[in-house]
């Protein structure tokens, strides 16, 4: 038994779209919880940003640029991180929305959504999780959504992707606990991010998000750290498929 379940010292955790928003919260988090964060994104100078304001707090991180919906560039940036000691824990973050009416969508924005947010997290499980078999160890984190388990209106193509993430989580886990990997998934409620600041600045929409909380308040993103190193240590080493809902209690009441 570990001394402390929630110590992440020497744990290498691989967080896909984490150069801004949730992602890079998550990351200030599970470092200075004492892991070695892999940033992830498709710009270069974004992503060495990102990892520069946590390496001036004296946190170790690295930078891992390459596009998640790129099946090849998955394979080759992953295979490029096992000489520098490989992943321990993956979280599959990243993620887009296109707010639109079903009636409306078209056949690119509907695979680029799914693409994003649903594709993305088997290709990159996928080639980590092959390591993590051989070692007999690891840890996947799904960031799943309210969405996964509710609908609402002009969000069908994202509803769709994180619902499929939702039951992704639990076919990986029928698939790899057997080999010691445990894959959950958090689903935020309402945060105020970058991609949803348009949101909170609606007085309409914001009135409606924080009547129909439960806290009567918009989520911060520091408050998703908590559950993160939860799923990332060994106090969750015998939790599988799972899916922990941080939301305010939005998603417990009609």
């Given at each position: 038994?570990?001394?402390?379940?929630?110590?992440?010292?020497?744990?290498?955790?691989?967080?896909t779209?984490?150069?801004?928003?949730?992602?890079?919260?998550?990351?200030?988090?599970?470092?200075?919880?004492?892991?070695?964060?892999?940033?992830?994104?498709?710009?270069a100078?974004?992503?060495?940003?990102?990892?520069e304001?946590?390496?001036?707090?004296?946190?170790?991180?690295?930078?891992?640029?390459?596009?998640?919906?790129?099946?090849?560039?998955?394979?080759?940036?992953?295979?490029?991180?096992?000489?520098?000691?490989?992943?321990?824990?993956?979280?599959?973050?990243?993620?887009?929305?296109?707010?639109?009416?079903?009636?409306?969508?078209?056949?690119?924005?509907?695979n680029?959504?799914?693409?994003?947010?649903?594709?993305?997290?088997?290709?990159?499980?996928?080639?980590?999780?092959?390591?993590?078999?051989?070692?007999?160890?690891?840890?996947?984190?799904?960031?799943c959504?309210?969405?996964?388990?509710?609908?609402?209106?002009?969000?069908?193509?994202?509803?769709?992707?994180?619902?499929?993430?939702?039951?992704?989580?639990?076919?990986?886990?029928?698939?790899?606990?057997?080999?010691?990997?445990?894959?959950?998934?958090?689903?935020?409620?309402?945060?105020?991010?970058?991609?949803?600041?348009?949101?909170?600045?609606?007085?309409?929409?914001?009135?409606?998000?924080?009547?129909?909380?439960?806290?009567?308040?918009?989520?911060?993103?520091?408050?998703?750290?908590?559950?993160?190193?939860?799923?990332?240590?060994?106090?969750?080493?015998?939790v599988?498929?799972?899916?922990?809902?941080?939301?305010?209690?939005?998603?417990?009441v009609?």
């Amino acid at each position: 038994m570990h001394k402390n379940l929630f110590d992440l010292t020497g744990r290498r955790i691989l967080i896909t779209g984490s150069n801004g928003g949730i992602g890079h919260s998550l990351a200030l988090g599970l470092a200075q919880h004492g892991a070695t964060v892999i940033l992830n994104g498709r710009s270069a100078a974004k992503l060495h940003a990102a990892a520069e304001l946590l390496r001036e707090q004296g946190l170790s991180a690295e930078e891992a640029r390459f596009d998640i919906t790129d099946e090849a560039e998955v394979a080759d940036a992953i295979a490029r991180l096992d000489p520098l000691g490989g992943v321990d824990v993956l979280m599959n973050n990243a993620g887009i929305q296109r707010r639109i009416s079903l009636e409306h969508v078209d056949l690119e924005t509907w695979n680029e959504v799914l693409l994003t947010n649903l594709t993305s997290a088997m290709l990159v499980s996928r080639e980590i999780a092959k390591r993590m078999i051989q070692k007999r160890a690891g840890k996947i984190i799904n960031v799943c959504s309210l969405m996964s388990d509710l609908g609402r209106i002009t969000t069908g193509p994202y509803t769709a992707a994180k619902g499929g993430l939702k039951m992704l989580t639990k076919a990986m886990c029928a698939d790899w606990a057997q080999y010691n990997i445990q894959i959950n998934a958090i689903g935020p409620g309402y945060f105020i991010t970058e991609m949803t600041q348009v949101l909170a600045d609606n007085p309409e929409f914001d009135a409606w998000v924080k009547s129909r909380t439960p806290a009567r308040r918009w989520g911060k993103p520091e408050e998703l750290v908590g559950s993160a190193v939860f799923l990332s240590s060994a106090a969750s080493d015998f939790v599988n498929g799972q899916i922990i809902y941080i939301d305010g209690g939005m998603i417990s009441v009609l």
